[in-house]
Structure formats: structure tokens, C-alpha cells
């Protein structure tokens, strides 16, 4: 099979960024071929015009929580407090696994739909091998490419990853799957002295597995955690730290000598608590960046909002620091053109997988993504690529997405993607939610209290002027 994008704006992200205008990209059977201009089209090639459009290579999110997308937007007031109540102590434990399949099926095919073609699912809901059997089934049912993150929140990492089962599935679903499907261990580091996550460490490094966890998330996990995964030789370049939004120089320290990443999911931590985004401290200790959307139970399912809001948060807090020292920001250090190297070689460099994703390169792996909406007035004109695709284009723009050589969306709609099932599925988890729960309790949990805000006294106003009537009172 061979696919010929015609005609477009090519955005490279190889080493140099090349940009090529009113340019070609062949694929060939799962391979990127050539890239140019009037390339030669072999005989029943599908020629895909993209004109006006911009040819970029398939977006990485490096930290989603998909078992979570049943729920979508159901947490959209929450704090990270409240989302800890609901998921870890109270109503986690109420999901089957027919309802971590039905999640995981709808998050796959929002991700794809937005042109993030390779997806880790930090999946923390797996309570059981059942829901594991599940979470991968899903997964495979979507052409899109994965990574497991295997976790359990019900359980501590040192009990779930010694258990005979886990081991059995690990052999039995995810060893020999190529890079269609990677395998991670998800867990996080509480800061006990203790250290009783060795264990899972050890078990990690035995199995190849890359530890993926939350690090530097207020209230939860700290430096101290940093420090024993660093004194016990556990950080490695594999190494993804979610969030690390409240560490140390110390901590980041720590990590840039050992090679690790930090996954930013901004909307998350701007949102609900985590520490403010930390691209501002990453990019001082020149520590390799990806981003990540987090979950569906708040926020969009797409990088175009990581990495808009990224450039915006890291601005601001450029910005206000700078105000701080009586000064004024006049040129921006975090550039568009970054932000979009995050969302793909960063991504691609963090799962060890940029020899074969993450830019567009004769011989890498077809991922490629072409943004075009002809119907739309905010697609031209593209002046400045790398601040279109950040700032201007959204999920309605992504035309079409070619995963490993496949099309699995065209002409801004999924290819033989099953939305009635999906659909049908996501409806039997909510009744079975709500069921369980009782109905005041499911919408008590949709809308937590707000707190009483007290208005402060106003020394300027004109408390004998009726506002209302908008005369003075005599």
C-alpha cells in the first residue's frame, strides 16, 4: 500500500526543522519513502491533495489516562484533592473491566481523531489482570500505536508487580509486540524512607521495563522520593517523571545528570493543583521535555491544547518573574517552534522510539498528520508554521492521520472506526456508575461545594449610589 500527500507544507522536525513549501511525502507499505517535490507516484498509489495544508509528523502523548474517558469531563470542577477522593479512595474500585475496555476504546479513538498517533496509557485502574486482559484488548482494537503503562492505585507497586499473574500477563500480551504496542510500569514514589518501591524497581529492571510515575506533584510525591530512586540507582534515562512540578534544583538536578524526561500535562497542572507547569525550571536545567493531555475526567484529549497553554504558562511565569525583579520580559524564550518539537521528537525521544517516530524522514515509520480544513477561514493564511500549528489549529483541522502506514482518518473523519460501539459501551459503564453510586451521589460528585469567597471592602466605593436605579439616593 502506498500513500502520496501532494502539494503541502512540510514540517520535517528532523534535526535541522527542515520546512519544505509545496512539497511531497510518500509512504510506502509502513514507511516513510521519500520527501520532495513532483515526486512519482507508484501505480495505485492514493494521492492526497494538501494544498493549503501542513504536512507534520503524528503527534506523542507521553502520560494519558485513558480507562478514564468514559467519565469525560465529569471532573471539570475538581480539584486534584477531590479527583484523588473519587478515583483512589472512593469509587475507583467500582470499575469492571468491561468499563476500563470501553474507556481506553473511546480514548484511542479521540487520540488518533487529533493526530496523536502514538499514545502512552498510563493506566493506574488495573486492578486485576482482568482489567489489564481488558485495557489491552481495547488498545489493540484501535489502529493507532501504544504504550501500556501498567499500574494499579487499589494496590502498593512492590505487592502488584511480585504477583505471579502479572508476570504470566506481561509474557503473554506485551512481549514481541514490535512498537505497536510498548510496555511501561506506572507507579509513583510516596517519600517513604522506607523506600518500599525498590521492589518494584527491581522488578522493572528485570522485565526491561521503563518506570513511568508522578514526581513533584503537591501533597503527593516530593524530593525525598527523587532522592531514593537517585541513591538507589533506579533513575535512568528511560525515566518519565509526570508533572515534577514542585521539585528542587536539587531534584531537577538529579534527574538532567541521569538522562531522564519530564512529561508536562499543563492544562492539568494549571488546573488542578499539581505545582505550576515547570517548562520555566526545565528549560533552566536544560532537562528533555514531552507533553502529555493527562485525562479526559477534566480536560481536552488533544496536544494543540499542551501545547498552547504551555507557551502560554511558561510566558506568564516568564513574565512575572521578571515584574518581580522590576524588569521587562521583551523577547519570549519559549518558542512555538519548541512546543511542537515536544509534542513530537519530544515524545518520541522520551519512549526511546525517535529512530523510528516523531519526525518526517525517509525510512522512519509513517506517522504523519496532515492539518487542511478548506472550510475553514482561520487555515490561512500559514505564515508562521510552528505558531499555526500551537496557536491556530485544533482538533477540527486534523484532515487526515496515517498511523504506520494506514489511514485511519480521512477528509476529518475516522476510517472504519466503530463509533456505535464505542458509543454503546461508554453508556452500559455510566448506567453501571450511576447505578452503583445512586444518583445523588454521582451528581454530588459531579459538583463539589464551592468555597465562600469573601468580597473585600472597597474604600473607593459610593456606598450611598444606588447602582441599580443609577441615582443617588436622597
Known sequence: MSVLFRNGLV???????????????????DKIAEIGTGLTAPEGTTEIDATGGIIMPGMIDTHRHMWQTAMRGYGADWTLTQY??????????????????????????????????????????????????????????VPGRFVLAYGNIQQGPWDWSAAPEFHDFVSRRLHGKGDMLGFQMAFDVTGDPAFPEKAAFEVARELGAPVTTHAGVWGATNDDGIRLMHENGFMTPQNIYVHAATLTRDSYNRIAATGGSVSVSTESEQSAGQGYPPTWQLRHHDIPV???????????GDLFSAMRTTLGADRSREHL???????????????????????????????????LVGSLEPGKK????????DRSP???????????????????????????????????????????????KITETIDHLVGDMGEEAWLAGMNPDVPETKVTDNPYQYTDYDAGSAQWKH
Open 11 to 29: 514540517l520535517t522536525m528532523d534535526n535541522n526543522h527542515t520546512v519544505l513549501r509545496d512539497a511531497d511525502v510518500l509512504v510506502v507499505d
Open 84 to 141: 484523588f477522593v473519587w478515583y483512589y479512595l472512593e469509587s475507583g474500585k467500582r470499575f469492571r473491566p468491561q468499563d476500563i475496555y470501553a474507556g481506553n476504546l473511546l480514548g484511542a479513538l479521540e487520540a488518533i481523531d487529533a493526530g496523536v498517533t502514538t499514545t502512552v496509557d498510563w493506566s493506574h485502574g488495573l486492578q486485576t489482570v482482568d482489567h489489564a486482559e481488558a485495557a489491552v484488548d481495547a488498545l489493540e482494537a
Open 290 to 300: 514531552s507533553l502529555s493531555m493527562d485525562t479526559s475526567v477534566w480536560w481536552s
Open 321 to 355: 518573574e521578571a515584574h518581580g525583579r522590576q524588569e521587562t520580559v521583551t523577547h519570549c524564550h519559549l518558542r512555538a517552534e519548541q512546543v511542537v518539537e515536544w509534542a513530537t521528537m519530544g515524545g518520541a525521544r522520551a519512549l526511546g522510539l525517535d529512530s
Open 366 to 373: 509513517a506517522d504523519v498528520v496532515l492539518i487542511k480544513n
Open 378 to 424: 482561520v487555515m490561512f493564511p500559514v505564515l508562521n508554521v510552528y505558531g499555526h500549528v500551537a496557536f491556530q489549529a485544533q482538533r477540527a483541522d486534523v484532515d487526515t492521520v496515517v498511523v504506520n502506514g494506514r489511514i485511519v482518518k480521512r477528509d476529518g473523519a475516522l476510517v472504519d472506526a466503530d463509533l456505535a460501539t464505542a458509543r454503546a
